[in-house]
């Protein structure tokens, strides 16, 4: 499986980025070449393997049903771009 | 050409938890915009989510309540896209491995009972919500992220609803059971319930199923049904003229009643779901879910046919009695007291609903207990009271909170057994019916209670029906 410049486009697209034509066709062959790899990793009988997420085993980590203080409204808009009273103010949207 | 059609519902159910999934931000609604939010529900870069077993618990309920399959592992996966009330660019969801499989809900309709299938029922955070300011000049939407990592399952139905009246009917039953297990409030109003529908139609009878399209921003149980049966009506219309159904994503127009289709720019269906590199699997022992099964209150349909066979009701009275676990609790109650079990439920159904569709409240919020409405049918049926009476009696207590015997003694229904007073009043009606009392004497005893009865209308429902009868007795020499 290969990467195509069109796929380039469409994936940052998807991502909003912007790419030149130049990048695009450079990310198409690196990405092609990740692909490859992974099709050799894939080649690997792993028939009686038993299926793990992670390499270190981790007890599972919860958060009781507890509320804990939030940000001031303040704080949660110190970031944004734009505001309009207490919501953050973007371009429109529909 | 005669059509079916094929329905579909997704229902998104948010988890009655406190806390959100991953942050400790409340839940609570009606909040001041922004102002529960942390750095995991902005999305800030570095945060880690961990995730809130009682949301986790809850689902589990959900599922085993309509007798699904808990996977003992699944998975959390991102939904990636971007729109601006979602700061992450993406929601964390669950995909490939839903925490539950199968399963069913009982849908009633028309007397009959069906089954409608369960594919799946899988645990993901809400995002937050925009508004989009009226006005020509306003170029700009408004975002609130209160409701980012709010807890939410989504309930997918098999293809197997046939109409939209089933779809409501289907509505009506899930939300009960989320209800009953306390697994949501599933009040539409507030967003703690929301609904999409996927549907197509097909020529009776033939297997495939047709193009199917997406039904979007329906606000209550009634508008699924309605978008339903317009769209079903638009796709005939389009297959009738030789044309094809296009797939796509519409809108429903309460105001217009009418649907529209979402312009294809705001979202792509490319969500390239990966595994979510920030939460490990999501592991369920036996002994977690064995408890959780335990901990399973009895459940709508079982509690119907319970009140079928136990209290020897109708259907028709069992399904209103258990259409709310406070209600079939509230009637539970008052049998206990007052063991009467069909004239209870008449009351309930008849006299109690009522007033809760006049004063737009639910039976929590009545101000007469259970208990106190199992003492008016006491009196009730010790011929204190007559029915006016009682009617009368249970307004008050309604209006005021005033216990049975406080409106009684206000409204000076007293019940007279002053032997003295109450011998007047007989003696009076059995001078005023001589051929009664000549059939009487003649053996014809089944007039007794037509005495008692005339006394006690005498007196103004006064009257104790007990004495009043040891009275007519000794009187016509007994
Ligand atoms: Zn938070």
């Known amino acids: 499986m290969t990467f195509q410049p069109s796929d380039v486009e469409r994936y940052a697209k998807l991502a909003r980025l912007a790419l030149s034509e130049e990048e695009k066709a450079r990310f198409a062959r690196e990405l092609s070449s990740v692909l490859e790899y992974v099709g050799q990793i894939q080649k690997v009988d792993t028939s009686g393997i038993t299926e793990y997420e992670t390499v270190v085993p981790l007890p599972p980590a919860w958060r009781e049903d507890v509320v804990e203080p939030s940000l001031s409204v303040e704080e949660a808009l110190a970031n944004a771009p734009d505001r309009k009273d207490n919501f953050f103010k973007v371009p429109r949207v529909l | 050409m005669e059509y079916e059609s094929v329905i579909g519902l997704e229902v998104h159910a948010q988890l009655d938890t406190a806390a959100k999934i991953f942050c400790g931000c409340s839940t609570e609604f009606g909040a001041e915009g922004n102002s529960q939010t942390c750095p995991i529900c902005l999305g800030m870069p570095g945060v880690l989510p961990v995730l809130n077993k009682r949301a986790v618990e809850l689902a589990l309920r959900s599922i085993l309540a309509v007798g699904g399959q808990v996977q003992p592992k699944s998975i959390f996966a991102r939904k990636n896209y971007f729109y601006p009330d979602l700061p992450k660019g993406y929601q964390i969801s669950q995909y490939e491995r839903p925490l539950g499989t199968g399963g069913s809900v009982t849908v009633h309709l028309d007397g009959l009972a069906k089954r409608v299938g369960i594919t799946r029922i899988h645990l993901e955070e809400d995002a937050g919500k925009s508004f989009h300011p009226e006005g020509r000049a306003i170029e700009y939407s408004l975002v609130d992220v209160n409701r980012c990592g709010v807890p939410l399952i989504e309930i997918v139905s098999e293809p197997e609803i046939r109409s939209p009246e089933e779809a409501y009917a289907y509505l009506v039953a899930l939300k009960q059971i989320l209800q009953y297990t306390e697994v949501s409030r599933a009040d539409m109003e507030k967003g703690k319930l929301r609904c999409d529908a996927n549907v197509s139609v097909r020529p009776k009878g033939q297997k495939e199923f047709g193009t199917k399209t997406e039904l979007k921003n329906m606000n209550s149980f009634r508008a699924v049904q309605k978008a339903l049966e317009v769209e079903i009506a638009r796709q005939i219309k ?241």
């Open chain 2, 238 to 478: 389009i297959i009738d003229s030789g044309g094809k159904v296009v797939q796509e994503t519409l809108l429903w127009d309460e105001d217009r009643q009418a649907v529209a289709p979402m312009r294809a720019k705001e979202f792509s269906d490319d969500y390239r779901y990966f595994p979510e590199p920030d939460l490990l699997p999501l592991e369920v022992s036996m002994d977690w879910l064995e408890s959780v099964r335990k901990g399973l209150p009895e459940l709508p349909e079982a509690r119907r046919r319970r009140f079928i066979e136990v209290f020897s009701l109708s259907d028709y009275d069992a399904s209103l009695l258990t259409s709310e676990r406070a209600i079939a609790d509230y009637y539970e109650t008052a049998v206990g007291l007052y063991p009467n079990p069909k004239m209870v439920a008449n009351w309930i159904n008849v006299e109690v609903f009522r007033f809760l569709k006049e004063k737009k409240i639910f039976i929590d919020d009545l101000k007469v207990p259970a208990a106190e409405l199992a003492a008016l049918l006491k009196k009730l049926d010790s011929s204190s009271l007559s029915n006016t009476m009682a009617k009368e009696v249970l307004a008050a207590m309604v209006e005021t909170g005033k216990t049975v015997e406080a409106v009684v003694a206000q409204k000076g229904l007293v019940q007279e057994s002053d032997e003295a007073v109450l011998d007047g009043w007989v003696r009076e009606v059995i001078s005023a019916f001589p051929k009664q009392r000549e059939s009487y004497k003649a053996g014809k005893k089944q007039l007794l209670g037509f005495f008692v009865g005339e006394t006690v209308k005498k007196s103004g429902g006064k009257a104790n029906p007990k004495l009043v009868s040891t009275l007519v007795k000794k009187h016509l020499g007994e």
